[in-house]
């Protein structure tokens, strides 16, 4: 029956309440799914958008923000990102101030898609030149931002190629050959490799002897081939597929190594099409070459250039500050030519003389080998180690005199000269800037750009630009990633998704044995559930026994307290039971709950007496009057108690980590709190591991709808 009738719904007054009431209640359900849509938006977030706490994520709608979006693919960071990019400003330090900057993402991206937009075809050949250029360009000298997971998860494939086992054999495998004992793919981590790459130390070398550096190096061939970017090997598959390619399987032709090209008899046709393709569809990898104003960049913006430089107070080296310097006019520091020019003003000469010598990385330089820098090569070595014998001790050779040690123009490749190779580096970086050989990304792309086009006017003719000298050109990751994106943008777009869902599953599917664990858990608790309270309630109201009414409140005193204050004697008690790491130690302690018991006894006290008298006459036993009559007389409430039950094991997570330290017995909450700690710097993996846990419940809460309202209704109407 209808709380309002008919008649009274007639009324203006009456009508305006009900809306009200519809609004209110419209209001207080969006408070309930907007926190939900925001973690859902969280889960398909990265490092750029995850702390706009949109209910709806703006990439959706926004092809500016995809654009920026997708760079954090290609840099981890955003400082080694702004020498590549222009319009990056300098309070976005970290990627979640980019993303909080909509003015800045809108109006940057807007500046690239507008100019490919209007100069397509020069924008390919120059997206195309740099893809040949990263090709040929030394894959040690590469940023590669991939995430650890990723690689982690690529040394598995190939371990486990190498030893044909299981995980576990390959992981075995990995912590012999690194001299580690992880314990699982997750903990692997290059950030160390990395930071050590950018840091620009002076006389750092990469150690092509130590094994994990060497897998790190794989990795990085892998970046370079693509092997990471979302939808590339589904476009170069059916472009093998369209040019009449035949292959076994994937893993055989992508991605593009000297390893999976072995034997083949299309190795070269493979190799040649795979650099078309590359060119044209995807030019910009995620191993982008580091290049020296990278450094440079960051040296004028030290204390250094800012006392040499004469600036004052809180005055920043700009670009206007550099065109004083060097009597020039560029409109901002990202177009400024490197290595400087010779013919440039002294100022800023001085600056990069400096910088050369302070700074510049051993490993970019060279020499050119004369008698004379033999002799102060020489007198160096003399005049830093005491004698031969202990310079062939510190570098493992065997050189007789001072003269047998040779000077190399560049330094020894060779993996049995690492020692002598740091010393070649300290006599680098020990000499004036004259006497060294510059190398760099720019230079090695500006010898490129000559070969090809002869002269800076064809350049300029070819790409549309107006450069004033050659070293004012650079590498165009920017041009090339522009052209990437355009190919393959709701890849690159729906790539964050795809990662946060991907690692959380493999993180649940492959840790132990958290699923299975997790269903045994939930079925042992609603089985005790749904006999160990019911029996103890009807014993309760159907036999008058002695001193019951203590126990109800000693039942009802259980639930007055935190589940944590009994946590330790509970412990304690199993401990003694020797039931640690057991499914008894993890449903024993909540098989009984005080309080579904006393609400049970409620239900069988209301029940009329004489439904118990009509089936003890039929001759029932009392077994059977609990199970075929009780029972289903209150099967609403058992209902309730179970899907408690159900929560309460499947989202309990305190009293398994603390009963169960055998990782084997742990339980999917116990995983994901664990995740919540291993992921904390991806909490977008941490929220889609939520959104995926959170399935399960939300499922039982929809078929359980209906049985829910039962058990509210009945008890108002008992």
Same mark, same amino acid.
Not at 286 to 299: F, H, K, S
Not at 470 to 476: D, L, S, T, V
Not at 622 to 648: D, G, R, Y
């Given at each position: 029956?209808?709380?309002?009738?008919?008649?009274? !719904?007639?009324?203006? +007054?009456?009508r305006?309440?009900?809306?009200?009431?519809?609004?209110a209640?419209?209001?207080?359900?969006?408070?309930?799914?907007?926190?939900f849509?925001?973690?859902l938006?969280?889960?398909?977030?990265?490092?750029?958008?995850?702390?706009?706490?949109?209910?709806?994520?703006? $990439?959706l709608?926004s092809?500016?923000?995809?654009?920026?979006?997708g760079?954090?693919?290609y840099?981890?960071?955003?400082?080694?990102?702004?020498?590549?990019?222009?319009?990056?400003?300098?309070?976005?330090?970290?990627?979640?101030?980019?993303?909080?900057d909509?003015?800045?993402?809108? !109006?940057?991206?807007k500046?690239?898609?507008?100019?490919?937009?209007?100069?397509?075809k020069?924008?390919?050949?120059i997206?195309?030149?740099?893809? !040949?250029?990263t090709?040929?360009? *030394?894959?040690?000298?590469? =940023?590669c931002s991939f995430?650890?997971?990723? %690689?982690?998860? $690529?040394?598995?494939?190939?371990?486990?190629? +190498?030893?044909?086992?299981?995980?576990?054999?390959?992981?075995?495998?990995?912590?012999?050959?690194w001299?580690t004992?992880?314990?699982?793919?997750?903990?692997?981590?290059?950030?160390?490799?990395?930071k050590?790459?950018?840091?620009?130390?002076?006389? @750092?070398?990469?150690? &092509?002897?130590?094994?994990?550096?060497?897998?790190?190096?794989r990795?990085?061939a892998?970046?370079?081939?693509?092997?990471?970017t979302?939808?590339?090997?589904?476009?170069?598959?059916?472009y093998l597929?369209?040019?009449?390619?035949?292959?076994?399987?994937?893993?055989?032709?992508?991605?593009?190594?000297?390893?999976?090209?072995?034997?083949?008899?299309?190795?070269?046709?493979?190799?040649?099409?795979?650099?078309?393709?590359k060119?044209?569809q995807?030019?910009?990898a *995620?191993?982008?070459?580091?290049?020296?104003?990278? @450094? @440079?960049?960051?040296?004028l913006?030290?204390?250094e250039?800012?006392?040499?430089?004469?600036?004052?107070?809180?005055?920043?080296?700009t670009?206007?500050?550099?065109?004083?310097?060097?009597?020039?006019?560029? #409109?901002?520091?990202?177009?400024?030519p490197?290595?400087? #020019?010779?013919?440039?003003?002294?100022? =800023?000469?001085?600056?990069?003389?400096?910088?050369?010598?302070?700074?510049?990385?051993?490993?970019?330089?060279?020499?050119?080998?004369?008698?004379?820098?033999?002799?102060?090569?020489?007198?160096?070595?003399?005049? !830093?180690?005491?004698?031969?014998?202990?310079?062939?001790?510190?570098?493992?050779?065997?050189?007789?005199?001072w003269?047998?040690?040779p000077? $190399?123009?560049?330094?020894?490749?060779?993996?049995?000269?690492?020692?002598?190779?740091q010393?070649?580096?300290?006599?680098?970086?020990?000499?004036?800037?004259?006497?060294?050989?510059?190398h760099?990304?720019e230079?090695?792309?500006?010898?490129?750009l000559?070969?090809?086009?002869?002269?800076?006017?064809?350049?300029?003719?070819?790409?549309g630009?107006?450069?004033?000298?050659?070293?004012?050109?650079?590498?165009?990751?920017?041009?090339?990633y522009?052209?990437?994106?355009?190919?393959?943008?709701?890849a690159?777009?729906?790539?964050?998704?795809?990662?946060?869902?991907?690692?959380?599953?493999?993180?649940l599917?492959?840790?132990?044995?958290?699923?299975?664990?997790?269903?045994?858990?939930v079925?042992?608790?609603?089985?005790c559930?749904l006999?160990?309270n019911?029996?103890?309630?009807?014993?309760?109201?159907?036999?008058?026994?002695?001193?019951?009414?203590?126990?109800?409140?000693? &039942?009802?005193?259980?639930?007055?307290?935190?589940?944590?204050?009994?946590?330790?004697?509970?412990?304690?008690?199993?401990?003694?039971?020797?039931?640690?790491?057991?499914?008894f130690?993890?449903?024993?302690?909540?098989?009984?709950?005080?309080?579904? =018991?006393?609400?049970?006894?409620?239900?069988?006290?209301?029940?009329?007496?004489?439904?118990?008298?009509?089936?003890?006459?039929?001759g029932?036993?009392?077994?059977?009057?609990?199970?075929?009559?009780?029972?289903?007389?209150?099967?609403?409430?058992?209902?309730?108690?179970?899907?408690?039950?159900?929560?309460?094991?499947?989202? %309990?997570?305190?009293?398994?980590?603390?009963?169960?330290?055998?990782k084997?017995?742990?339980?999917?909450?116990? @995983? &994901?709190?664990?995740?919540?700690?291993?992921?904390?710097?991806?909490?977008?993996?941490?929220?889609?591991g939520?959104?995926?846990?959170?399935?399960p419940?939300?499922?039982?809460?929809?078929?359980?709808?209906?049985?829910i309202?039962?058990?509210?209704?009945?008890?108002?109407?008992?």
């Open positions: 029956m209808a709380i309002i009738p008919k008649v009274g !719904r007639s009324s203006w +007054k009456i305006v309440v009900i809306g009200l009431t519809y609004l209640l419209s209001i207080l359900g969006l408070t309930m799914i907007i926190p849509m925001m973690t938006s969280g889960s398909m977030a990265n490092d750029f958008d995850y702390e706009r706490f949109r209910p709806v994520p703006r $990439y709608w092809k500016q923000d995809r654009f920026v979006k760079l954090v693919f840099f981890k960071d955003v400082r080694p990102m702004r020498p590549y990019l222009a319009g990056i400003p300098e309070h976005w330090t970290r990627w979640q101030t980019g993303g909080r909509l003015e800045t993402v809108d !109006r940057m991206a500046e690239y898609l507008s100019g490919y937009k209007k100069n397509e020069q924008w390919n050949l997206a195309a030149d740099y893809a !040949r250029f090709d040929e360009y *030394p894959l040690e000298d590469d =940023i995430v650890d997971l990723n %690689g982690a998860a $690529y040394l598995e494939r190939l371990y486990s190629k +190498k030893c044909s086992g299981s995980r576990a054999d390959a992981l075995k495998s990995l912590n012999e050959a001299g004992s992880y314990e699982s793919f997750f903990y692997l981590s290059f950030e160390i490799e990395r050590t790459e950018l840091s620009g130390l002076q006389t @750092w070398f990469p150690d &092509m002897t130590d094994p994990k550096y060497l897998d790190f190096m990795i990085k892998a970046c370079a081939g693509h092997y990471f979302p939808g590339i090997e589904t476009k170069w598959l059916t597929r369209r040019h009449g390619i035949k292959y076994k399987q994937a893993d055989d032709v992508f991605p593009i190594t000297g390893a999976n090209l072995a034997g083949s008899a299309d190795s070269e046709k493979i190799a040649q099409l795979w650099r078309e393709f060119a044209e995807a030019p910009a *995620p191993a982008v070459p580091m290049m020296i104003r990278l @450094w @440079w960049y960051r040296y913006e030290s204390e250039v800012r006392n040499l430089a004469g600036l004052n107070g809180r005055e920043k080296f670009v206007d500050v550099y065109n004083r310097m060097a009597g020039t006019q560029y #409109p901002d520091l990202l177009t400024t490197c290595p400087v #020019p010779a013919d440039f003003g002294k100022d =800023i000469q001085k600056l990069w003389r400096r910088f050369v010598e302070t700074r510049y990385p051993a490993r970019w330089t060279s020499l050119r080998v004369t008698p004379a820098l033999e002799e102060k090569y020489r007198n160096f070595l003399s005049g !830093r180690y005491k004698n031969v014998e202990y310079l062939n001790k510190l570098v493992e050779a065997d050189y007789k005199t003269n047998d040690i000077l $190399y123009s560049e330094a020894p490749r060779s993996t049995n000269q690492k020692g002598i190779k010393v070649w580096a300290d006599f680098v970086v020990s000499l004036p800037f004259e006497e060294r050989i510059l760099s990304a230079t090695a792309y500006q010898k490129y000559l070969e090809k086009y002869h002269d800076l006017a064809t350049i300029n003719r070819e790409y630009w107006n450069l004033g000298r050659i070293e004012e050109a650079f590498p165009r990751f920017d041009i090339a522009t052209v990437t994106f355009a190919k393959n943008e709701w690159l777009t729906r790539a964050p998704m795809a990662f946060n869902y991907a690692t959380i599953l493999d993180y599917l492959k840790n132990s044995r958290a699923i299975p664990v997790t269903l045994l858990l079925g042992l608790s609603i089985l559930t006999t160990i019911p029996l103890a309630a009807y014993a309760l109201s159907r036999f008058n026994m002695k001193g019951q009414d203590k126990v109800i409140v000693y &039942m009802l005193a259980t639930i007055a307290f935190p589940a944590m204050v009994s946590a330790i004697p509970a412990y304690l008690l199993m401990r003694d039971l020797n039931l640690l790491n057991t499914f130690a993890l449903v024993l302690p909540g098989a009984a709950n005080g309080m579904a =018991i006393f609400i049970l006894k409620g239900f069988f006290d209301s029940l009329p007496p004489e439904l118990y008298e009509a089936a003890t006459i039929d029932a036993r009392e077994w059977q009057i609990f199970l075929l009559v009780t029972l289903p007389m209150v099967k609403p409430i058992l209902a309730i108690n179970a899907l408690a039950a159900f929560v309460s094991a499947y989202n %309990g997570w305190e009293w398994a980590i603390i009963i169960c330290q055998n084997q017995m742990w339980t999917i909450a116990v @995983w &994901m709190y664990q995740a919540s700690q291993w992921f904390a710097d991806w909490p977008w993996v941490v929220t889609a939520f959104v995926i846990t959170s399935i419940t939300l499922v039982v809460f929809l078929f359980c709808q209906k049985i309202l039962r058990g509210i209704v009945i008890p108002s109407m008992k």
